[in-house]
């Protein structure tokens, strides 16, 4: 019975020999009027009951992803001499803000069936079902956006961007761009020997408007007639004001 | 100084945009046009997302153009029956314009279409006008007088009213046609319409220079107002704190464009906006020629 109780628990907790504790130096992104950026630190250790296995050293992988949307992904061509639109690829779902930060090249810590399981690197983060049938090279829309994400620093590969120390303790700190979009940054963190994930962790980044940036866009979405008068309220009143001031001072 | 845009959503320098808003004022009160055609391609170069920088101009321009329109009419420079006629024709045109924006939209391609807009109406116009003031300029250096309005087939039209402001006693027919022409025209461009109506008015219409600036000003505030109201319930893409940046430099910039036109020649204040119209409608043919920087763009949504 012993037995059959201590094989049980084998089975139900496996391998778990290696396992994350993180710690985030914010979970709480604010934004405010005069938001421009922030970095976040993400640090943690990772626990085990085992002394440190031989073999190859533990890597670490940290992902942080923004909210996923599906955009359309447009390619030009010259027709009658002018630059066209002609073809279109519907990427289902990219997310607005991706960066990966590995303790080594991604390459070496991390195998292909692995990165498939998991999506971890950028472009196994864009999920695209299928292009239509006239467009040939699906595989350059992707390839696009990554490369134009990428150059705004929306896309990030930080390979050696994780420091580790005794193979224990972690850190890495990811740049977030000013030109943010709200919601929750999926926070993953992997630890990988020999390319394969032995251990994952997740939690989130919250990264919300607050203040006059917070009242202003629920306004403008919850009662938008009003928010047009005011704009227009408020146009008017420069208007009048630039004319008032001018005139007063007979310029 | 960097302000983050609640709609917009990015971060952007404070100071860069009260200085854009300040030059294109200037224009503003100067010409009698909105800026918007200036204004809306400036706002896409520096990352606004496209939607934003149209329904948040069309809040700029109510701001200048009120601002402007009040030093007319401090000046008399405002023919309030032709505005009023004018603006009947634009708000009917531009409901028109919008059903044909959304059809030009389903067939995708309205980028396209909306810059062809821009490179034609831009091109003829200032062309036009170009060579018209430069022969005006010539024969006053010679010293004969230029003739005024010659009798046409305008003045054959019914409905006549008499526009005192303007000196022209003409049918409401061909203001209405305008106002209905540039109200389309406004909607699918995404602008107030001033760089049409200008020389519409003063070449369709024969109206004096200066009534038409401040006539213009006047039927492009209520356009604008509209067109603001229409996208900020609709679309949600007026950025407030960019309207504000943009407006405060914008109507400081008004006042002192409608000062430098006041004491400028008509033709000189023609031939300027000829030159300028013709600027933009280089840049845009220039960059509908020539092989872009990256073939690939993203739109945001699916289909």
């Excluded at chain 2, 003031?133 to 010679?142: C, G, H, Q, V, Y």
């Amino acid at each position: 019975m012993l037995r059959y109780i201590i094989a049980f628990i084998m089975l139900a907790l496996p391998a778990v020999a290696e396992e994350v504790v993180l710690g985030l130096s914010k979970d709480e992104v604010a934004i405010t009027t005069s938001f421009d950026g922030s970095d976040v630190l993400i640090f943690g250790a990772v626990k085990r009951e085992a002394p440190i296995p031989d073999g190859d050293p533990l890597e670490v992988i940290i992902t942080v992803s923004g909210p996923s949307e599906s955009v359309t992904v447009r390619r030009k061509e010259k027709r009658f001499g002018i630059w066209v639109n002609i073809d279109a690829v519907e990427i289902d779902e990219a997310p607005s803000f991706y960066a990966v930060a590995t303790s080594a090249p991604l390459r070496d810590v991390l195998n292909d069936v692995e990165d498939l399981r998991y999506k971890i690197s950028v472009p196994r983060a864009i999920r695209s079902v299928g292009a239509p049938m006239a467009v040939q090279d699906a595989a350059a829309f992707t390839q696009a956006i990554i490369r134009i994400r990428t150059k705004s620093d929306a896309y990030q590969l930080l390979e050696n961007g994780v420091s580790v120390d005794a193979q224990t303790l972690f850190q890495t700190s990811i740049q977030l761009p000013a030109a943010l979009t709200e919601g929750e940054y999926k926070t993953r963190i992997f630890l990988t020997r020999s390319g394969k994930v032995i251990s994952d962790y997740e939690t989130s980044i919250d990264v919300r408007k607050i203040g006059l940036e917070r009242w202003l866009f629920t306004m403008s979405r919850e009662s938008s007639l009003l928010y047009g008068l005011m704009s227009l309220a408020i146009a008017i009143a420069a208007g009048w004001g630039a004319s008032a001031i001018f005139r007063v001072f007979r310029l | 100084m960097q302000i983050y845009l609640p709609i917009a959503e990015i971060s952007v320098n404070a100071f860069l945009l009260l200085g854009l808003g300040g030059i294109v004022g200037i224009l503003s009160g100067m010409f009698g046009v909105g800026g918007g055609f200036l204004m809306t391609p400036l706002l896409f170069f520096i990352g606004i997302p496209p939607a934003v920088a149209v329904a948040t101009e069309a809040n700029q321009i109510v701001a200048s153009s009120f601002s402007g329109v009040l030093a007319h009419f401090k000046r008399k420079t405002v023919d309030l029956r032709m505005g009023t006629v004018l603006l009947i024709g634009g708000l009917v045109g531009a409901a028109l314009g919008v059903v044909v924006f959304n059809y030009l939209k389903a067939q995708g391609q309205v980028d396209l279409l909306v810059k062809l807009c821009y490179v034609i109406f831009l091109g003829v116009i200032g062309g036009l006008m170009f060579i018209e003031s430069l022969n005006a300029i010539r024969k006053t250096s010679k010293g004969t007088v230029p003739k005024r309005k010659k009798h046409n087939w305008i003045h054959g039209l019914p409905f006549k009213m008499r526009f005192r402001v303007s000196g022209l006693y003409i049918s409401v027919i061909p203001p209405i046609i305008v106002g209905v022409l540039v109200g389309i025209l406004a909607a699918i461009m995404g602008v107030g319409g001033g760089f049409i109506m200008v020389p519409a008015m003063i070449y369709l219409l024969g109206m004096p220079t200066k009534v038409v600036v401040g006539t213009s000003l006047f039927q492009i505030i209520f356009v604008t107002a509209f067109t603001t109201m229409l996208h900020a319930t609709t679309n949600f893409t007026v950025d407030i704190v960019l309207a504000v940046l943009l407006l405060v430099g914008g109507v400081f910039g008004a006042q002192i464009g409608t000062r430098i036109g006041v004491k400028m020649k008509a033709e000189q204040l023609r031939i300027l906006l000829a030159i300028m119209v013709l600027t933009v409608c280089g840049k845009l043919a220039f960059d509908l020629l020539v092989m872009p920087s990256d073939i690939f763009s993203i739109a945001a949504g699916g289909h």
